[in-house]
């Protein structure tokens, strides 16, 4: 896993995101948190996590989003100690290849399967939801060779297999309306009964207004 500070000024709050499956911190560059310092984890073609560089923070927000939510779920079991104060799920849930819960098993393995230059433009125009949108995101995409990604969702695949499930407790938990790839009735059945706060927002998988949103939202009430 890599995890890579966007910024670095020795406050005292940590705003830490676990981003989806084929990211880095490209689209992500232009949120710059007040107050705040800002550290995006990625690629889970390995779950180690370096949680020593995060205890000169007095308080944590945890955001994950979309494959983030699951890589979040497993590191976050293993140091109950951190000091979190609010845990945020975005598009995504703790059992990505599930039939009802998450992501199914076929088409996930068509995915891998079938994974080229072709096809994962095809998953991002999917999973930006409209032309304007991936046009957009096109601009920030992130700097990463699909063989690189392939890899990466071979590996998620098999460890979400062969580990235990995190029993890591989430506070909210955002669902997209239009989103096409955790589909929304699915997100519902995984987090009914198990967060303090289930919301519905007009937004596909990835939208950068979404993003924004979430930040100024954090920004005014922290």
């Known amino acids: ?24 911190e490209t689209p992500f560059l232009t949120i710059h948190p007040t ?6 984890c990625y690629d889970y073609r390995s779950l180690e996590f370096d949680a020593d560089i995060l205890q000169e923070y007095s308080e944590i927000t945890l955001i994950a989003w979309s494959m983030g939510v699951w890589a979040a779920s497993q590191i976050m079991k293993q140091y109950p100690s951190l000091p979190l104060s609010q845990s945020i799920a975005i598009n995504g849930t703790l059992s990505p290849i599930h039939e009802t819960k998450g992501i199914t ?31 957009a995101f096109q601009t920030v995409a992130p700097q990463r060779p699909v063989e690189e990604l392939k890899e990466e969702l071979a590996a998620i ?41 289930l919301e519905y927002i007009e937004a596909a998988h990835y939208q950068q207004d979404l993003f924004d949103k979430l930040m100024i939202d954090l920004w005014i009430n922290n």
């Not at 107050?35 to 995006?40: L, P, T, V």
């Open 1 to 24: 896993m890599k995890q890579y500070f966007i910024i670095k000024n020795n406050q005292k709050h940590l705003l830490l995101f676990f981003a989806g499956w084929g990211m880095d």
């Open 35 to 40: 107050d705040k310092d800002w550290m995006i």
């Open 105 to 135: 098993p076929t088409i996930f393995e068509g995915t891998l399967q079938g994974l080229n230059e072709q096809s994962l433009q095809k998953f991002q125009r999917r999973m930006c939801g409209s032309a304007a949108d991936y046009k």
């Open 157 to 197: 695949q098999k460890q979400y297999l062969s580990l235990p499930p995190s029993d890591f407790a989430w506070q909210r938990a955002i669902i997209g309306k239009s989103d096409r790839i955790f589909l929304p009735d699915s997100q519902w059945l995984a987090w009914r009964n198990k967060v303090d706060s």
